[in-house]
């Protein structure tokens, strides 16, 4: 389970077209909550991303070195 994190009011212009796909996805939901949750899993699959390719060098490196 996720804590809870503290949220910010703020205004922001999205294209309608964004804003009609999100409010249909969410039904009853709450659109916003959508954007949110849409806008924190994108941050955290680039954190991922950046990790996997860190590890994936790391390990690259450590089969290139020669046998001691």
């Known amino acids: ?3 809870r994190v503290s949220k910010q009011r703020i205004n ?3 294209d309608r077209p964004i804003v009609e796909h999100f409010k249909a996805l ?3 939901r709450g659109y916003q909550t959508l954007i949110n949750d849409t806008l924190r899993r ?3 699959s680039e954190h991922l991303e950046a990790d996997l390719r860190r590890i994936i060098r ?3 490196r ?5 046998n001691n």
């Open 42 to 44: 994108m941050i955290e």
């Open 62 to 66: 450590a089969t290139e070195r020669p």
């Open 58 to 60: 790391e390990e690259i």
């Open 12 to 14: 922001i212009m999205l």
């Open 26 to 28: 969410a039904g009853e």
């Open 1 to 3: 389970m996720r804590a």
